[in-house]
């Protein structure tokens, strides 16, 4: 078993050792190794703390909302609390918080109901850089109601929008810009508040991915000034939820699918049946525990401190991983390099192999990565790299450096072969 390479400690600050303490995924073995999981840009792993809040309220409270008796009170509490946790994730109000199965779901359910307030001729804005998540909804509302969908174009050399073709895209006719915090492929960040000044410039909405950024930079929906923000609480330690936000007075005016005893007020309006009381509630304790990462203070306070000192930690181990791959004959790195607004999230192939051959021999070396174009279908195909895709390696607040260089010298002895 390796040693686990301390990383410097904020003060205030939980350390990396502590931190993986609370994972009991990794002590998984594969082969004779620890398992190093660079999988976390598809769906981290789990602390004991957010699956002992989902049992406790399977085993203790659950129940359905609205009800009379004490554990429907309580189910009312625990999800009203959720919300106020998610609030504070969000630089929110408790009222903007609504919850779904995923973020797919979520736009899917969101588009359908803007797309009833559009017409034949108005537009609506997509991205290449984007998840299928945040082009699909909006195409498929494009198709129904008569819209056109402009598509703002991926800079290959860059790896960023093209801002001049954003600037193109929108204008009198737009009704909604869809973009993309940060890539889930390439680890793009793009400064979504830019975007969103562009959109409503223009008298758009503005609708922000934050799947692929939330667990990486806290999320501050006043500063992004967006009109809607959705992410996924299994990308940051929590279950299989969604989360959306939607600023104060538009829920109301969406004319969403819904049944007729449903609320009719937000936040409740966008949820549709009974929700995943469990998940949700899993969700908060994910947004929790992050925040016990970061010392004492509120909640919001915590939560600063905690996505700093990630912040800091996972630049160092995007430096160590891009470098040591980067020294490999045959492999080619994607995406924008260290030191410039990106998460910690690698994407590379090796010449000669393709992504299922690498990530079958990183399996062999103990360490678990994920292949393909992760849903980010336009960017493999600008790219060039098609199904085949990429590899891709994310660190995430358990990764240690020690798993960095498991990683680079299962991709070394990949070409030794």
Same mark, same amino acid.
């Given at each position: 078993m390796s040693t686990? +390479?301390?990383?410097?400690?904020? *003060?205030?600050?939980?350390? /990396?050792? %502590?931190?993986?303490?609370? $994972? *009991?995924? /990794?002590?998984?073995?594969?082969?004779?190794?620890?398992?190093?999981? $660079?999988?976390? *840009?598809?769906g981290t792993q789990v602390p004991r703390a957010v699956a002992t809040a989902m049992t406790d309220y399977l085993f203790h409270h659950n129940a359905n909302t609205h009800w009379l008796y004490p554990t429907s009170v309580e189910t009312d509490a625990m999800l009203a609390e959720a919300r106020g946790v998610?609030?504070? $994730? $969000?630089?929110?109000l408790p009222a903007d918080v609504s919850f779904g199965n995923n973020m797919s779901t979520i736009t899917f359910h969101l588009a359908r109901g803007l797309g009833r307030g559009w017409t034949v001729g108005d537009e609506i804005v997509v991205t290449e850089l984007d998840h299928h998540a945040n082009i699909a909804p909006w195409r498929a509302v494009a198709r129904d109601r008569g819209l056109t969908i402009r598509s703002v174009r991926l800079d290959p050399a860059t790896f960023r929008l093209d801002p001049d073709a954003l600037r193109q895209a929108i204008g009198p006719r737009t009704r909604l810009v869809a973009v993309g915090a940060a890539s889930n492929a390439l680890g793009t960040v793009t400064d979504v508040a830019a975007v969103c000044a562009l959109a409503h410039e223009a008298g758009a909405l503005a609708f922000v991915d934050a799947v692929h950024l939330a667990p990486h930079q806290l999320l501050d929906v006043q500063a992004i000034a967006c009109d809607f923000l959705a992410c996924s609480s299994y990308k940051f330690y929590g279950p299989h939820a969604g989360i959306l936000y939607a600023r104060a007075g538009l829920v109301d005016t969406i004319d969403v699918a819904k049944l007729d005893p449903a609320p009719e007020e937000a936040?409740?309006?966008?949820?549709?049946?009974?929700?995943?009381?469990?998940?949700?509630?899993?969700?908060?304790?994910? +947004?929790?525990?992050?925040?016990?990462?970061?010392?004492?203070g509120s909640r919001r306070e915590r939560l600063t401190r905690a996505f700093d000192a990630l912040h800091e930690r996972g630049a160092a181990l995007l430096e160590r991983l891009w470098n040591g791959l980067s020294r490999i004959d045959g492999v080619t790195l994607y995406g924008p390099p260290p030191g410039s607004p990106r998460t910690p999230t690698v994407s590379f192939t090796v010449r000669g192999y393709s992504t299922d051959d690498v990530a079958r021999a990183?399996?062999?070396?103990? +360490?678990?990565?994920?292949?393909?174009?992760?849903?980010?279908?336009? +960017?493999?195909?600008?790219?060039?790299?098609?199904?085949?895709?990429?590899?891709?390696?994310?660190?995430?607040?358990?990764? %240690?450096e020690d798993e960095v260089r498991l990683l680079v010298d299962g991709v070394k002895n990949l070409e030794k072969r």
């Open positions: 686990i +390479v301390a990383h410097a400690t904020t *003060p205030g600050v939980r350390s /990396l050792e %502590s931190i993986r303490a609370d $994972f *009991p995924a /990794l002590q998984r073995q594969e082969r004779g190794h620890t398992v190093a999981y $660079f999988d976390g *840009p598809g998610f609030a504070d $994730f $969000f630089n929110a936040p409740e309006r966008l949820e549709t049946g009974t929700q995943n009381h469990e998940g949700i509630i899993g969700a908060a304790a994910a +947004v929790n525990y992050l925040a016990s990462i970061g010392g004492g990183l399996v062999r070396a103990g +360490v678990y990565a994920s292949n393909g174009d992760f849903y980010a279908q336009t +960017v493999a195909e600008v790219l060039g790299r098609g199904a085949d895709g990429f590899v891709r390696a994310g660190a995430a607040c358990y990764t %240690s």
